[in-house]
């Protein structure tokens, strides 16, 4: 499915919406879990490659312990990337991430515990109904708060309940900072779904992309993997 930078919707249009609409139809709710596994995983490690239209090819690892460790690291030819968030405290290259950053780590922690953070916060999700896309059929966005700064809206396709694409908004003071995903190349490993393909935006101008092609579902990870 090929979105449109143009169908991105307004945070002061998203606000108008929330005022009136209302908690999203639990069918729809009830299909997204059907599709991913309604068993939430504890913790999840994912690896494979991302290309930064910036810096090119990197090694990506991500490593995510419920509900609020996670760490990513992307090597590249010219140097690593690598952030982390325990608990309340986040980190890049080693030194504490400002409000920002922190921001950008909170919403990539978000995105990879959809949906099960999602639908176990169901009383504060708010229906944004119907949303369009170019070449394909619509889909179904559901707002999830973050924090008071940061929400995360989730475009779903209702036949299917799988993820089209997320779109992570973080706003400072009068303004807004966007950044988009979206998922293709369904695979199931161990009853639940994930997308092997996501192509990354950030303010409507396509960034790059990730391909995942190892993801796995340990009991547990140590805190050790979360340290800065």
Do not use: C
Not at 73 to 91: H, N, Q
């Amino acid at each position: 499915m090929k979105f449109s930078v143009h169908t991105i919707v307004p945070l002061a249009a998203l606000l108008t919406a929330s005022a009136f609409a209302a908690e999203p139809p639990q069918a729809l709710l009830a299909k997204i879990a059907s599709a991913y596994g309604a068993t939430p995983p504890a913790a999840l490690v994912e690896e494979g490659k991302t290309t930064s239209f910036r810096r090119g090819e990197g090694k990506l690892l991500r490593q995510y312990k419920a509900p609020d460790r996670f760490s990513i690291r992307i090597d590249y030819s010219t140097g690593s990337e690598a952030r982390i968030l325990l608990g309340d405290k986040a980190w890049q290259q080693g030194a504490p991430a400002n409000p920002m950053l922190r921001g950008a780590i909170m919403l990539q922690v978000a995105r990879i515990a959809l949906p099960w953070n999602m639908l176990a916060k169901r009383s504060t999700l708010v229906d944004l109904g119907p949303v369009s896309s170019d070449g394909g059929k619509p889909g179904h966005a559901i707002e999830f708060p973050l924090e008071e700064q940061l929400r995360l809206v989730v475009e779903v396709d209702p036949e299917s309940g799988r993820i089209l694409r997320s779109r992570g908004i973080y706003r400072m003071g009068e303004g807004t900072m966007e950044f988009a995903t979206v998922y293709a190349d369904y695979r199931t490993v161990d009853g639940r779904l994930h997308a092997a393909r996501e192509e990354h935006y950030a303010m409507g101008q396509h960034t790059g992309f990730s391909v995942i092609e190892k993801v796995s579902y340990p009991f547990s990870l140590s805190d050790s993997a979360f340290a800065p």
